[in-house]
């Protein structure tokens, strides 16, 4: 899935990596950097949205345009290559939040360990056309109480240049989980590791 290198120049140019498109916006990682960039923006380090399309982008670097893929990557100083690692910066909050994929569509994702599988509402659950009801009905527990709750299997879920296929998944009914929990369903098939302020996974299989 991997965009093609820029072409190389004296410096390098940034590796620069598409993680999501939200509406108007997109979400790149510029040289392990999140950058969130609406159309005509620039970022610090010099890499211009020119266009969004619904899974791809538009940049321009160094005065050269590239198309890049959703999850695709493109730059640094040499081709990229599909190392499936994500840096994923801690929040001011303490909490890790990260912009995913879900079947192929955007999502915003709350990192839980604590979380035994992906985990989200059923608002969300029919915005992404998942068919919760098919899956197995079930009982939770949550802050507001005892709900109603679907085990699901999500066709694949991404987060950067790590994509999984067949990650289980619970959908609940009612307001919660108000943001999209990436649970252990996911998480068991990384490497976790703490790098200063961030979570760094690496794909294990």
Do not use: W
Not at 108 to 118: I, M, N, P, R
Request: proline share 4%; with cysteine.
């Amino acid at each position: 899935m991997l965009g093609a290198a820029l072409c190389g120049s004296a410096a390098a140019a940034p590796l620069i990596e598409l993680q999501a498109v939200l509406g108007q916006s997109a979400v790149l990682q510029v040289d392990g950097v999140r950058r969130t960039l609406r159309v005509g923006q620039t970022s610090p380090e010099g890499v211009r949205l020119l266009a969004l399309g619904s899974a791809s982008a538009r940049l321009q670097v160094d005065g050269q345009t590239h198309e890049i893929p959703l999850g695709g990557r493109a730059g640094g100083a040499l081709p990229a290559a599909p190392t499936a690692t994500v840096r994923i910066p801690r929040g001011d909050s303490g909490m890790y939040h990260t912009a995913g994929t879900i079947n192929g569509q955007s999502v915003e994702f709350l990192v839980d360990t604590g979380a035994t599988t992906v985990a989200m509402n059923d608002a969300t659950a029919r915005a992404l056309g998942i068919d919760y009801r098919a899956g197995s009905r079930g009982l939770v527990e949550t802050a507001s109480g005892i709900t109603e709750a679907y085990a699901v299997t999500l066709r694949e879920v991404g987060v950067g240049s790590i994509r999984l296929p067949n990650v289980q998944a619970v959908v609940i009914r009612g307001a919660q989980p108000s943001r999209t929990l990436l649970g252990m369903s996911f998480l068991s098939r990384t490497q976790i590791e703490h790098a200063q302020d961030a979570l760094v996974l690496r794909r294990k299989y």
